[in-house]
């Protein structure tokens, strides 16, 4: 028999650099932002192992929302799991194939993930859908994402970002307010002509020059001088502790239904158990929010929360049970098929070697073993190799 190394049989060179994760396998659900993201949404993708729970989650999340888009509101959705075992990995998958996010060269996320054909169907009649309702929109994110105590900023933060607007509630009301008026991109040109990132600009919004000068070039009328228009811009668009419901109802609709037709809307709220906590304030504000939400805008929006127990696993969680009806609860099987699929795949022209090493050598491995807690057993057979 020829030596070879270990390398040399997976099908995945564990040594190869294309092969290793920029985020180590922690899985974020917000936007990608840098090239190095893409390339680790694009390997998420392709990598997709959609079986087992990950495919019936998909597929009654998917199953679900569709099913309810003709009643008034969509049950929300709770994705729960032990810590690795894959939840914030689903609802990204979840997040971008909603989107069917379409990378700089044209590849899309339903084109390279590889999909079972049900779940090809249910996203294909979501899209159908989305079609006719205002096209499918997906935002995600953490709630602990700089918002302070305001669970409505914080939400808006997460769907700000994702429709590429900033985080920040005072500079996404300015932006929107731009952009309504017709003004964006001839004050984004104003500041970039004056070598200044028209982003970093709006990090010192009230007292930026530059953008003054811009604004007050594109519309003479909003105040007689510099200093008027950063004073108006600070009195228009302040930076509150908290909003009312009337207030991210309005800047959500500005966002998300810029024309007034409302898309099909998924939002990701991820490790929602993390910012829960032991927080009954905490957790009455989260029902309270996607109950504000989901009565405005109806069956169109679907929130999906995650949590390492069930919605039943803690008090705080059990008040949520009212408003996130339908469970998706993943276990170490998936990840065990996950880790056999993707990590230790061997190469199909060295199984028959491997195989043939293991039945040479069954006997004396069996003999150290027996007894233990790796005991050979008939079901290993299977997956031995």
């Known amino acids: 028999m020829t030596p070879m190394k270990n390398r040399e049989v997976f099908l995945k060179d564990p040594l190869d650099p294309k092969n290793q994760l920029a985020n180590q396998g922690i899985a974020e659900v917000a936007d990608p932002r840098t090239d190095q993201e893409l390339r680790t949404l694009r390997y998420e993708l392709e990598t997709f192992v959609c079986e087992g729970q990950y495919a019936r989650g998909l597929e009654r999340i998917l199953s679900s929302y569709l099913d309810h888009l003709d009643r008034e509101e969509q049950p929300a959705v709770w994705v729960s799991g032990f810590y690795g075992s894959g939840k914030s990995h689903l ?25 079972p054909e049900d779940i090809q ?22 709630l602990d994402s700089g918002a302070g105590e305001s669970l409505r900023l914080a939400l808006l933060g997460i769907v700000c970002r994702s429709a590429g607007l900033p985080m920040d509630y005072a500079a996404a009301r300015f932006v929107l307010f731009l952009r309504k008026n017709g003004y964006l991109d001839e004050v984004r040109r104003l500041v970039e002509q004056q070598g200044r990132s028209f982003e970093r600009e709006l990090h010192d919004l009230y007292v930026s020059p530059v953008l003054a000068r811009a604004l007050l070039e594109v519309d003479p009328t909003f105040a007689p001088d510099e200093t008027g228009v950063r004073a108006q811009i600070k009195a228009q668009f302040p930076r509150p502790a908290e909003i009312s419901e009337a207030d991210m109802i309005a800047v959500l609709e500005d966002v998300l239904a810029p024309e007034g037709k409302f898309p099909c809307t998924l939002i990701v709220l991820d490790e929602v158990q993390q910012y829960v906590g032991d927080s009954s304030d905490r957790a009455y504000k989260l029902q309270q929010v996607a109950e504000e939400c989901s009565k405005h805008f109806g069956a169109r929006l679907l929130f999906v929360g995650t949590g390492q127990t069930a919605i039943t696993g803690t008090p705080q969680l059990q008040k949520l049970q009212a408003r996130f009806q339908l469970a998706i ?13 993707i990590v230790l795949q061997k190469r199909p022209d060295k199984e028959p070697v491997l195989r043939e090493l293991l039945e040479e050598c069954s006997g004396e491995i069996s003999r150290h073993l027996v007894g233990t807690k790796l005991e050979p057993r008939p079901e290993d057979d299977e997956v031995l190799v």
């Open 121 to 142: 169907a249910l996203l294909k009649e979501l899209s159908v859908q989305g079609k006719r309702l205002g096209g499918p929109y997906a935002a995600g994110g953490k």
């Open 329 to 341: 609860e993943l276990s170490d099987q998936d990840v065990d098929t996950v880790v056999r699929k």
């Open 91 to 115: 609802v990204k998958m979840l997040r971008f194939l909603w989107t069917d996010f379409r990378f700089p060269d044209g590849a899309t996320a339903r084109g390279i993930a590889p999909l």
